[in-house]
Nanobody, 115 residues
């Protein structure tokens, strides 16, 4: 069983940067894909970014060119570097590990961007 713990959220101003961390315990993240999702109040959870074992990445259009996902397999950790943050990026951010058809989720970390 793997446990995922997100950290790094906080309250920032528009234009600022944050780096979120997703740390795994219990077993290795590799070779499974890991993604970041977010959920704003009153909205459905949405995809943000994903990284596979090889390092290949995928992004939602709304964060492309501002967010970067990367993984450190030696540290069993995945990061989400968020630059040029906007108020609409405000949400609880969750990381998720995909093992075949099952998704493991962390508890989430709150990101609030003020205008």
């Amino acid at each position: 069983q793997i446990q995922l713990i997100e950290s790094g959220g906080g309250l920032v101003q528009a234009g600022d940067s944050l780096r979120l961390t997703c740390a795994a315990s219990g077993r290795a993240m590799s070779p499974y894909p890991v993604g970041w999702f977010r959920q704003a109040p009153g909205k459905e959870r949405e995809f943000v970014a994903r990284v596979v074992w090889s390092g290949e990445t995928t992004y939602a259009d709304v964060v492309k060119d501002r967010f970067t996902i990367f993984r450190d397999n030696a540290k069993n950790t995945v990061y989400l570097q968020m630059n040029s943050l906007k108020p609409e990026d405000t949400a609880v951010y969750y990381c998720s590990l995909e093992q075949d058809t099952y998704f493991y989720w962390g508890q989430g970390t709150q990101v609030t961007v003020s205008s």
